[in-house]
T-cell receptor, first 113, second 115 residues
Framework: QKEVEQNSGPLSVPEGAIASLNCTYS??????FFWYRQYSGKSPELIMF????GDKEDGRFTAQLNKASQYVSLLIRDSQPSDSATYLC?????????????FGSGTQLTVLP | NAGVTQTPKFQVLKTGQSMTLQCAQD?????MYWYRQDPGMGLRLIYY???????DKGEVPNGYNVSRLNKREFSLRLESAAPSQTSVYFC??????????????FGPGTRLTVT
């Protein structure tokens, strides 16, 4: 079992719809969770992080965390074509001498005009 | 602030050649990381440096060495390049050792091809 799992997609949604991206993780001791957006040929860009159970909203983005079920999700409201990218889920843990992130393989999102 | 910078942006090597990838950050971060990204594999940690003067192996360290030159700079060296090292390499940094700050910020990447 991978430590962090995401559906690879591709996920297609029409413009204006809600895009829902999901991620599950295996380490129950994980404390911090991150969503990165990566456009084709570019580097990952941090868009959201969440530490506590429940929802965290930032503009059109909402991160949801359920530690009991070991999943974290990202909702994108009013999806725009510019949201088309690969979304990486990352889970943090302290290993060795530093805090490290374990990344999922990403979900490719396409927003259709 | 430039954030995290990497050089070069692109590189083609022949099998057996060596090279060093350079990374620098101007955010006064303590921790720095090197990842590789291959299609369908996500980001995999090669080496990291929790603070100046320390380095540790990540998930896929074989064939690589690193140097934390100072707080700002962290380099990755391929001593004898192999085709399996064809990948996109990202450097990242984070505040690191204090509190619960885990967010990592990435450089633009180096696209390396080994023929």
């Amino acid at each position: 079992q991978k430590e962090v799992e995401q559906n690879s997609g591709p996920l297609s949604v029409p413009e204006g719809a809600i895009a829902s991206l999901n991620c599950t993780y295996s380490d129950r001791g994980s404390q911090s969770f991150f969503w990165y957006r990566q456009y084709s040929g570019k580097s990952p860009e941090l868009i959201m992080f969440i530490y506590s159970n429940g929802d965290k909203e930032d503009g059109r983005f909402t991160a949801q965390l359920n530690k009991a079920s070991q999943y974290v999700s990202l909702l994108i409201r009013d999806s725009q074509p510019s949201d088309s990218a690969t979304y990486l889920c990352a889970v943090a843990a302290r290993r060795g001498s530093a805090r490290q992130l374990t990344f999922g393989s990403g979900t490719q999102l396409t927003v259709l005009p | 602030n430039a954030g995290v910078t990497q050089t070069p942006k692109f590189q083609v090597l022949k099998t057996g050649q060596s090279m060093t990838l350079q990374c620098a950050q101007d955010m006064n971060h303590n921790s720095m990381y090197w990842y590789r990204q291959d299609p369908g594999m996500g980001l995999r940690l090669i080496y990291y440096s929790a603070s100046e003067g320390t380095t540790d192996k990540g998930e896929v360290p074989n064939g690589y060495n690193v140097s934390r030159l100072n707080k700002r700079e962290f380099s990755l060296r391929l001593e004898s390049a192999a085709p399996s090292q064809t990948s996109v390499y990202f450097c990242a940094s984070s505040q690191g050792t204090s509190g619960s700050i885990y967010e990592q910020y990435f450089g633009p990447g180096t696209r390396l091809t080994v023929t």
